[in-house]
Structure formats: structure tokens, C-alpha cells
């Protein structure tokens, strides 16, 4: 009887072995075991809309066509800097860990820097009214998060000035939309479903703003400008 019993008890052990083994080791040859499947934390495929806020700083030049006889006069370059805010709305697409999209966002903006003009009487003053761009997006996912990179068209309210420093009256008030490009990263997690924020930075360079002799001395304004700004927003999904 005992022996019977180890017997039993080797017949038992061989065969839960056997069966724990049978889904990699008695595969037939060359057949893989199929790998897990991974969900991801959070799917970014989706159209969203949302609102940001933060500010923006750079610097501007006006130059100065010569006058006859006279050789070219500048500003030099001078700071701009203020707040900024909007909205803005995108679609994503994700494949596996990447997401793919296009973004476009409009922000009323205070952006403005003044200087001293070559002429001592006037006070030189560049601004940004509102500032809009359209930009692709390609991220990258990590759990509920995403880091991208961002770059496109920018569009801008660009207002020039020339006034007298004394009484603030007289000379140039000029505005021009003007287009440009912009560049820039960012980060963004979710914090509910469907809800996300996100921190990003955008370099943006303008053309040139021309000011013609009609007008005053003809004049040329450049602007470039940095944006930091954080956003919320909702994916419908």
C-alpha cells in the first residue's frame, strides 16, 4: 500500500509539471507564445478644445530709412514683454506610443516694449494686439502623459508707433496683420477623463513690418517673441 501511494504521488507531480509547461514548452516548433497585451494608460485620439493662459517677452528693432544726405538710423534692439490669453482647439490621433494632430489657438495679447527713437523728441513703441497660429503636433506617450513637438504659422496684430515722448501726440500709429513662423515643445497629462493640462513654449518670429513714406519716414520693424503658456482642456471622445 505504501508503495502504491508514492507511486500515485509521482504520477500526480509528473503531470501538473507537464500541464504548466504545455503553453511554451510543447508549443509545436517554431510557434511563439503570442506577447501580452498592453493597454494603453490613455487614448489621445480625439477632438479637444480648451483655454490658456501664461505671457510672452522678446525684443524688437525699428530702422529707419536715411533721410537725404543722412546715413540709416536704428533703434537697436529693445524688450517687449506682457500677458496672454485664449483658446484654443485640436484634433489627435494615436498610434501605439505616438500621437500625431494639428492645433490652432487665438490669444488676445498686452506684449509692448517703448524705447527712444533716434530723434530724442519721439519715443519708438512696438505691441502685439492678438496673436493666432496653426501649428502640427507629434507626441510622444508615456503612461497618462506626453511630451511634443510643435511648429507652424503664426499670425499677429502688430502695432508700430512713433510719438512725442513731451505730449504723447503727433507722429506714427501703424498696424499691419503680420504673418510669421513658430516653434516650440511642451507637456501634457491627463487629470481626469477626458480632461488634460498641459505647459508648453513657443518661439515666434514675425516678417517685417514696413511702414511707408506716406505715413512718416519709412521704416522697418522687426519682432520676434517667446511664449510660455499653460492650457486646460476637454477630448471628446
Do not use: H
Amino acid at each position: 500500500m505504501r508503495c502504491r501511494g508514492v507511486v500515485l504521488l509521482a504520477v500526480s507531480c509528473a503531470t501538473l509539471g507537464w500541464a504548466d509547461n504545455l503553453s511554451a514548452a510543447d508549443l509545436p516548433v517554431g510557434v511563439e507564445a503570442p506577447p501580452p497585451v498592453v493597454v494603453p494608460a490613455y487614448n489621445w485620439t480625439g477632438l479637444y478644445f480648451g483655454f490658456s493662459a501664461g505671457g510672452g517677452f522678446g525684443t524688437s528693432r525699428k530702422d529707419f530709412a536715411p533721410a537725404l544726405g543722412q546715413t540709416a538710423t536704428t533703434t537697436g534692439d529693445f524688450s517687449v514683454g506682457g500677458a496672454l490669453g485664449g483658446v484654443f482647439a485640436g484634433y489627435n490621433r494615436q498610434w501605439g506610443n505616438f500621437v500625431g494632430g494639428i492645433e490652432a489657438d487665438f490669444s488676445g495679447t498686452g506684449i509692448d516694449g517703448k524705447t527712444n527713437c533716434p530723434n530724442p523728441r519721439f519715443t519708438c513703441e512696438t505691441n502685439t494686439g492678438w496673436l493666432a497660429t496653426v501649428r502640427p503636433r507629434l507626441g510622444y506617450v508615456f503612461g497618462s502623459s506626453m511630451v511634443f513637438v510643435t511648429g507652424g504659422l503664426a499670425v499677429a496684430d502688430v502695432n508700430v508707433k512713433s510719438f512725442v515722448t513731451t505730449n504723447g501726440l503727433g507722429g506714427v500709429d501703424f498696424n499691419s496683420t503680420t504673418p510669421g513662423w513658430t516653434a516650440g515643445v511642451g507637456f501634457e497629462t491627463t487629470i481626469f477623463p477626458n480632461w488634460s493640462v498641459k505647459a508648453e513654449y513657443l518661439y515666434v518670429q514675425f516678417e517685417d513690418t514696413d511702414v511707408s513714406s506716406n505715413v512718416g519716414t519709412p521704416t522697418t520693424t522687426k519682432l520676434d517673441e517667446n511664449l510660455v503658456r499653460a492650457g486646460l482642456s476637454y477630448s471628446f471622445k
